[in-house]
């Protein structure tokens, strides 16, 4: 029977390491668990580790599966040269390359040697001529990160600009299955990725964190390689759903989840947030769940809940911030150190939310209530918006009233000098916007409702600076068009 021959060819194995690696050969983890089973630890020889690395190649989960049942230690394989040599070996490495080749991250190439025998498998995955390799290295993926994500930094992946391969092979990573998470994504292998995916412990950041990338990754690749790019589409679905399934499963566990989104850690990456990496992967249905509604709506009003109605006019006179529709209490995470120093009451703790941060229920004064709502988001754009109107009934008022004069008012100038800064005022953080975050992010930024109010707001402000200096003779068309304005302002505030 082949099943015994199989049986007794591996248990008579010379060690254990040659048992294993029989048994990969046959395809049988029944008979690696029989032979592993006999050990107290694993081997910690280099054979192990080469053993490692080819089933990670290979995409072998199930033997990787029973090693790790075995208490393979992965805290002590995966160094940082394990990692880079894990990307230099890779084959398939195509769409990789492809990313680096679109984002202008130039690659050096390092000559090889052609050994004696050699049969050219180590040519290089870049598709180069035989004897030249692409040097690739962890700061390459680092940039390639930043590009495709907008803000992305790993202190272990900078270390190999200049650190020697003795130094890389000492240094090991706080989170070893976080970063072969990452290298199965980058090289979209789906069914490894899923299988490390379960191995880490922020399973709802690096779910949102892994279909933001796969999106980003499906606009590089060719429209003739359609079916790829569906693949690839379909690969930052899966992960979606994942994070969506697991953020609303915590939701039903433990309610104060809104919490510990912000808390969400990426053990050695210093990467932008999960609701950032949402958006602009466009992950729609992990932004509509409840749970990420109520924290961005949490963010946009700084905690405080009031509708806009009264927030505006509490911004115009603030004593109505006394009033008791306003809530004076608030919940804020502290850590037990904070909670001794102010001399809180332990009946004020709400939740433990873990990292030893807890969930306090904080009183109030109206001073913080206001100072609370000036800082928030929404206060700031119903302020410029506030401040916005007035420039458009000026505007339309000086058309009407002092345009049919030759000479300029102070009023007209008043109008240039408030449209300049004006123009100032939005342009600025736009640039800003796009410099710390890169171009691929207009889409979203120019969906937000009030960039296009206040666009509207500054294109009637022009065309009434244009009218008074190329239609001043044409006094006639210039006061109609200015009634019109100032009809549909009036309209669309005073619909009644």
């Known amino acids: 029977d082949l099943d015994i021959i199989q049986s007794i060819t591996v248990e008579t194995a010379a060690d254990v390491i040659g048992a294993v690696k029989l048994a990969v050969k046959l395809g049988r983890t029944d008979l690696a668990r029989e032979r592993l089973s006999l050990v107290r630890h694993l081997p910690y020889a280099w054979e192990m580790d080469k053993l490692l690395t080819d089933l990670l190649l290979e995409e072998n989960v199930e033997f990787i599966d029973v090693l790790l049942t075995f208490n393979l230690s992965m805290e002590r394989y995966l160094t940082i040269e394990a990692l880079q040599q894990l990307y230099r070996k890779s084959s398939n490495n195509d769409l990789l390359r492809l990313c680096l080749k679109v984002y202008h991250i130039k690659v050096k190439r390092a000559e090889q040697p052609k050994l004696d025998g050699s049969n050219g498998d180590g040519a290089n995955e870049f598709n180069d001529p035989p004897r030249v390799k692409a040097n690739l290295c962890l700061y390459h993926i680092n940039e390639l990160l930043k590009k495709l994500t907008g803000k992305f930094h790993s202190h272990y992946y900078e270390l190999t600009r200049e650190a ?18 990452l290298w199965a ?106 749970e990420m509604q109520d924290y961005i709506y949490f963010k946009w009003t700084n905690d405080v809940s009031a509708r806009t109605l009264p927030v505006s006019a509490g911004l115009l006179f603030p004593p109505l911030f006394a009033l008791s529709y306003f809530s004076t209490e608030k919940n804020e995470a502290m850590t037990r150190e904070q909670i001794e120093k102010e001399g809180i009451d332990d009946s004020q703790i709400q939740a433990y939310i873990g990292d030893d941060c807890y969930l306090v229920e904080k009183q109030l004064s109206v001073k913080e209530i206001i100072a609370q709502t000036y800082m928030s988001p929404r206060a700031k754009f119903m302020l410029r918006f506030i401040i916005y109107l007035p420039f458009l009934f000026f505007a339309t008022n000086t058309i009407l009233y002092e345009m049919p004069r030759l ?16 123009v100032l005022d939005a342009g600025f953080p736009f640039v800003d916007l796009a410099r710390k975050c890169g171009k691929h992010h207009f889409d979203f930024f120019l969906s937000l409702p009030f960039v296009w109010l206040e666009t509207a707001i500054a ?4 065309i009434c600076l244009f009218l008074r200096l190329f239609l001043k003779y044409n006094f006639y068309l210039m006061k109609s068009f200015a009634a019109i304005l100032r009809k549909s302002a009036s309209l669309f505030f005073c619909p009644s």
């Not at 391969?165 to 976080?178: A, H, I, M």
């Not at 000479?407 to 004006?422: D, H, K, M, P, V």
Request: positive net charge; proline residues 3%; contains cysteine.
């Open 459 to 462: 294109l009637q402000l022009l």
């Open 185 to 290: 994504i980058l090289r979209q292998r789906q069914k490894l990725a899923l299988f490390l995916w379960r191995k880490c412990e922020e399973g709802v950041f690096l779910a949102v964190f892994a279909s933001c990338l796969s999106r980003r990754i499906a606009r590089v690749i060719p429209s003739h390689e359609r079916q790829r790019k569906l693949q690839v589409l379909a690969n930052a679905d899966e992960f979606e759903d994942l994070a969506v399934t697991m953020i609303s499963s915590c939701a039903n566990v433990y309610p104060n989840i809104t919490w510990t989104i912000p808390t969400f850690t990426k053990v050695s990456w210093n990467c932008a947030d999960t609701e950032w990496l949402g958006l602009i992967g466009r992950c729609r249905r992990f932004m509509g769940t409840r």
């Open 164 to 181: 020697s391969s003795d130094e890389l092979n000492e240094r090991t990573f706080q989170g070893p299955f976080q970063e072969l998470f």
């Open 407 to 422: 000479r300029y008012t102070l009023s007209e100038l008043f109008l240039a000098i408030t449209l300049f800064i004006q």
